[in-house]
Structure formats: structure tokens, C-alpha cells
């Protein structure tokens, strides 16, 4: 990034109060000389010297540039709370009810927990037991999870999970803005693209739903701003805050670690084009060096997963995922759903279309004045490669077919696992790269655009500021409309806890097995079993207890083939699936019950002919009712003598 910006004021910015002459002489900013009490000048009254007031003290702090950079996150802090209400409300005991957020909640507990052992927290039995699963590819949140430690071990993984993603968009506005500021020479320019970016409808989201995938965007502006000081001023000092910040991204999700790659090699790539580039080539392989160094332990447990097998998705389902998480033109460029709340559904361009992974659109307001800062700053070689590199999210975020409207354009197709895929698509050649297969929802990809977007934006109500500052206000207005996000009515929320079912889970201290019906492992392209309650694992940081549900970002092949070799399990998902258990099954799934250590199995309130053909399957393993609350059964071992189901041979 260049340093100069447009509408760049020839005169010093308002505000400031004093300049420094050639001769060093501190000049008032109307031009008038404050001399120094040592000159044998009186100072100016309230500025200086013995009779300084504390008005005037707390003015100088307040001036301060710590406090200043202060009152500006806070204030970033406070808006993302105002645009992602209700959210701050779960700080007292509630949780999106989804089973990403029990996932988090679960990661967050185990982190600490292996810390605090000394444990290596990317292989667990504590969720998909009794084989366990290895977490290389999981969405565990190492950094993070070790960061909030102090939170988790005082007021739970609830809290530790609540806490950051309520602060995620102010935090997000932060670090553009820093950004921001090494291009545009206006705060007001670099507030604005810190508030387009971090407020935007797209990011609050995943700050409401997809934390893993939030906290990694964080590391976006964050490599930048790293990668454009590394680029200006050469040294070891700046490669290694550059190669712990992509590190850190490793270390926090690794899908958007590779969005943080190609950002920061963009970023350095027209440095090290330029001659002589040794000076430039060696910080840069400083902070590879740094990189690895960082996110080795990540590293080291992805390449064991791979290892063992469990790296691999199911080929046709990857390649269906590939096509159904792509997002449709011109859906991208729409007008964000928040204007429904303030009674403006009936606009045309409103975006309508699915909100299962994130809202894919950059807003009307924010694609605007993308335009017009690329407008005002077409002199600046940095625009031109910011508008190409949003146009270029833009084309991958289509995915590997063209949507328009309702309609599919499958240009120059081939077939790749049975699906029909374009072969000129960018997104076909993306996830034909190495390692980057299983980069499987494109619309993600837009979340990378979003930096190029918030800084051309900022541009424009830069200019905007030294030309037509009014205008500013309605641009604020327009961008309110369309920013946070309040949250889907149809998720809801659950519970923290739930004391009445847990405690006597927590009192037995024998590690026994704890079984969730319905049962199954989920998550990414592969499942076993069935959807269960997303509150299973959220419970389980409570009681200790190893959990036989899990969920996982890509479930392991190696866990699967472990898990369904296990009689009690296999007919329990066959139940599930409305298929029926012979004599000699049954038996075999008691004596395994038996030897898997089964204590508890909760019946969660499902209803219907599968959850009483589930209930038959468990009292003919052996399991009877040992209580009920909140609407859940928990099943415990039959007392007495063993006796399995007795079958013909």
C-alpha cells in the first residue's frame, strides 16, 4: 500500500494544535509562540507550567495516543454489541441452540483441561468414545481456547465462548482500522472501513454462529497490516510479528489460515518483485521460518490425521458441496435482510436467499462506495489491486458453476465424482490446488473480500470528508440499515446448564460411558448415526464423563470404522434409521453395552415411533429408567445379575 491517499488535505488536518517548526520551536496552530517557562515567557494558562489545572491534565490524557486508541476500540466494542443484540444477553446463562456452539463450548473446556494437565489437546476420548478421534482438522480453537484460559477456569467455557464472540465484531473494526490507517491519511476514512468491515451482516454472523471461522477472519487485517509495515521499512523485528500473526491463524482455524496465506502473499508479492530483492527476500523467509515455527504443533497434528486416514472426505460429497455452497449472482452485491427489521422488506434488491452458512453479500452500501473509492483513488496503483483482488473473491465465491438467478450455466463442464462442474470456473482450479481440496464452501471465500471492499469504501468517505462532509451523515445512516446481525428465530437458544439432569452424572465419578439418544457422530461431509441434541456435549463439560456423540468439523473415516464395529452402537443407529434387531443382535449389543462401561444414556425429547422403538432397544439391552427432568429420560444399567436376551439358534 502507497502512504499517500486522495483528498489528502495541503493544509494540517483540524484539530491540530501545535506544529513544529524547522527550528524546533513549538508553534501554536494560529501561528502565535508558546514559550516555555524557562524562556522567562508566561505559559499559556491551563497548557502548562505550576498553574496547571486538572482540567487540563485530563485533557492531556485523554490526547494521549494510547487512550485515544482505547476510546476507539472501545467504541468499536460497544456498536458490535448494539448491531448483534441480543447476543450480549446470553452472558447470563444461554447459548445459540446449534451443535457448533456445543462443539465450541466443549473446545474451550478441553483446552484448559489439557493444559492444565499437560495433555496434547488434538486427540480426545472424551467425545466420540469409546474410539476417540484425533483433532488436526477440527475447529478446536487452540490460540483462542489458551487465550481465554483465565475466563474458562474462573466462569466456564460457556462464558469464555460467550465473551468472544460478543466482542469478535468490535474487534474485527479494530484491526481494520489499523489497517486503514496505514493507507488512508483521514481517521475518519479508517473508522468507516473499520465499521463496514467489522459490522457488516457477513461477519456478525459468523460471529453469532461459526466462531472458529470469526476468530480466524481476525487474523485478516491483522497479516495485512503486519505484511504492509514489512513491505515499508525491511527488518527481522517486523518478519517475525508478521510470521507470528499467520502462525497465530494456523493455530486459531485452519480454513481461513489459508485465506490469511493468500492474503499475505498478495500483499508482499509487488515488494519482492522489485530490485534489489534480497533485502526483501530474506525477511520475508524469516517470517515463513516464523510461520512454521508457530503453527508446527498444529502442523505436526494435521499431517498425523492424514496419516492415519482421517484427513479424506467422501469424494461425491465434497465435489456436492462444491456446487451447493456457492453463492448466485448478483446475490453478493444485495442489500443485507437486517433492513426487514426497520420495515423495509419490500425492497426489491433485499438478499432472500439461504442463510445456513453466513449471509454471502457485501451489501449495497459497502459495494457502492467500493466503487467510488476506487473512483477517487484511480491514481493509486494500491486501489487497482484492492478492486482486483475483491473482483477476484467475487468470481472464486461463485463456485464452480455460474448461478444467475434461478438458472445454472455449466460453461465448458466435466465430471468430477459424479457431479457436473465447469471447467473455467476460478473455483474448479482453486480447489484443484494441493491441500486446498478440502476448502469446500466458496461463499467463504467473500470474507476475504471483504478487506479489499472495507478499504476502497473507506476511501470514498475519505474523499467524502474533505469534499462533501454532510453527505457523510447519510452514508452513515444507509450503512446502519444494512449492518449486524440479530440472530435466525429459528435457532433460538438453549441453556448453560441443565442442574436437574446433570447432577447425578457429575457425582458418580466412575468415568462410565455416557450415551445420547438420538445418537450420532456429525459434522463436515461425513456422519454415523443421527442429529443429536446440541446440548450433549455442553453437558459434558460439566459432568466429566466421556460423551459417545461428538461433533467434529471433518469426522474421521478411522472413528466411524471404530465406533460401527461395536454391536450397541450399530443396531442403535439402525434403530434410529427404522430398521429392526434380530435375537442374536440384541445380545451381542447387551454384552457390549456391558463391556463398554455404559452408565447413562439420556433419551432427549424427540417424539414419535423412533424414539419408542429407541427406548424398546435399550430395556432389551439391559437399561431402565432411573429418572427424568427437563424433559429428558436418563436410562441407567438394570440392577441385579446380568442376564442378556436369550435367542434361538
Known amino acids: ?62 490526547r494521549h495516543p494510547v487512550a485515544i486508541q482505547l476510546a476507539v476500540l472501545a467504541g468499536f466494542i460497544a456498536a458490535g454489541i448494539a448491531v448483534s443484540w441480543p447476543r450480549v444477553t446470553y452472558l447470563a446463562g444461554r447459548l445459540p441452540a446449534t451443535r457448533d456452539a456445543g462443539s465450541y463450548v466443549w473446545g474451550f473446556w478441553w483446552i484448559a483441561h489439557q493444559v492444565e494437565h499437560l495433555g496434547n489437546p488434538w486427540f480426545t476420548r472424551s467425545i466420540d468414545a469409546p474410539a476417540g478421534a484425533q483433532l488436526g482438522l477440527h475447529a478446536l480453537l487452540p490460540l483462542p481456547g489458551v487465550l481465554m484460559m483465565p475466563v474458562t477456569i474462573a466462569f466456564g467455557p460457556s462464558a469464555s465462548y460467550n465473551l468472544l464472540s ?15 490507517r496505514l493507507w488512508l491519511p483521514s481517521p475518519a476514512g479508517a473508522i468507516a472501513a473499520g465499521a463496514f468491515f467489522g459490522l457488516s451482516s457477513m461477519l456478525t454472523w459468523r460471529s453469532f454462529y461459526h466462531l472458529n471461522l470469526a476468530a480466524g477472519v481476525l487474523f485478516l487485517p491483522l497479516a ?17 510479528i508478521l510470521g ?98 426497520f420495515g423495509l422488506s419490500g425492497l426489491g434488491f433485499v438478499y432472500h436467499g439461504p442463510k445456513g452458512d ?90 476475504l473480500g471483504m478487506v479489499p471492499a472495507a478499504l476502497l469504501a473507506g ?85 466429566g ?13 478411522p472413528t466411524v470404522a471404530a465406533i460401527s464395529k461395536h454391536p450397541f452402537f450399530a443396531r442403535l443407529v439402525a434403530i434410529q434409521h427404522g430398521k429392526q434387531n434380530n435375537p442374536a443382535q440384541l445380545a451381542a449389543a447387551w454384552q457390549d453395552a456391558r463391556h463398554l462401561h455404559i452408565g447413562w444414556v439420556l433419551v432427549w425429547r424427540w417424539g414419535g415411533a423412533r424414539e419408542r422403538a429407541c427406548i424398546r432397544y435399550l430395556h432389551k439391552t439391559g437399561f431402565r429408567l432411573g429418572y427424568q427432568a427437563d424433559k429428558v429420560k436418563v436410562y441407567r444399567p438394570a440392577p441385579g445379575p446380568p442376564s442378556p436376551p436369550r435367542h434361538r439358534r
Not at 517548526?21 to 508558546?34: L, M, V
Not at 463436515?524 to 453437558?539: E, I, K, M, N
Open 1 to 62: 500500500m502507497d502512504q499517500a491517499g486522495p483528498g489528502r488535505p495541503s493544509r494540517p488536518a483540524s484539530g491540530t494544535a501545535q506544529t513544529l517548526d524547522n527550528d524546533g520551536t513549538a508553534t501554536a496552530a494560529d501561528g502565535q509562540t508558546a514559550a516555555t517557562p524557562e524562556g522567562g515567557q508566561t505559559a499559556a494558562p491551563g497548557v502548562d507550567g505550576p498553574g496547571r489545572t486538572a482540567f487540563s491534565r485530563i485533557r492531556a490524557t485523554a
Open 166 to 180: 460478543i466482542a469478535m465484531p468490535g474487534l474485527f473494526c479494530y484491526a481494520m482500522y489499523r489497517v486503514a
Open 224 to 240: 495485512l497490516a503486519a505484511a504492509v509495515r514489512l513491505t515499508r521499512r525491511p527488518g527481522w523485528r517486523r518478519a517475525v
Open 244 to 341: 507470528m500473526a499467520v502462525g497465530g491463524a494456523i493455530l486459531t482455524d485452519q480454513e481461513t489460515a489459508v485465506l490469511v496465506i493468500i492474503l499475505t502473499c498478495l500483499a508482499l508479492l509487488p515488494s519482492l518483485l522489485r530490485r534489489p530483492i534480497t533485502p526483501r527476500l530474506w525477511p520475508a523467509a524469516l517470517a515463513a521460518g516464523i510461520t512454521l515455527l508457530v503453527a508446527s504443533p498444529q502442523l505436526v497434528a494435521i499431517i498425523q490425521q492424514a496419516r492415519a486416514g482421517g484427513a479424506a472426505s467422501p469424494p461425491h460429497a465434497l465435489a456436492v458441496s462444491y456446487l451447493g455452497n456457492s453463492v448466485t449472482f448478483p446475490r453478493m452485491f444485495q442489500i443485507s435482510p437486517m433492513v426487514k427489521h
Open 358 to 447: 453466513g449471509i454471502p453479500t457485501f451489501g449495497l452500501v459497502l459495494s457502492v462506495l467500493a466503487v467510488a473509492g476506487l473512483i477517487v483513488s484511480w491514481h493509486r496503483r494500491s486501489a487497482w489491486l484492492l478492486a482486483l483482488l475483491w473482483l477476484g473473491c467475487a468470481a472464486l465465491a461463485l463456485g464452480p458453476a455460474l448461478r444467475v438467478g434461478s438458472h445454472i450455466y455449466v460453461p465448458d463442464a466435466e465430471t468430477l465424482n459424479r457431479v457436473r462442474l465447469s471447467a473455467v470456473m476460478p473455483y474448479t482450479w482453486f480447489v484443484h490446488l494441493p491441500g486446498l481440496s478440502g476448502f469446500r464452501e466458496a461463499s467463504r471465500i467473500m470474507m
Open 459 to 543: 476511501a470514498a468517505v475519505n474523499w467524502l470528508r474533505y469534499h462533501a462532509a454532510p453527505v457523510i451523515i447519510m452514508v452513515l445512516a444507509l450503512g446502519i440499515l444494512e449492518s449486524g446481525w440479530s440472530g435466525n428465530p429459528r435457532i433460538g437458544s438453549m441453556p448453560t446448564a441443565r442442574p436437574a439432569v446433570d447432577r447425578p452424572i457429575a457425582a458418580d465419578h466412575s468415568g462410565s460411558l455416557v450415551v445420547d439418544v438420538p445418537y450420532g457422530l456429525r459434522g463436515g461431509t461425513d456422519a454415523y448415526g443421527s442429529q443429536y441434541d446440541p446440548q450433549a456435549q455442553v453437558l459434558a463439560t460439566a459432568d
Open 545 to 557: 464423563h466421556p460423551r459417545a456423540v461428538g461433533f467434529l468439523s471433518r469426522v474421521p473415516a
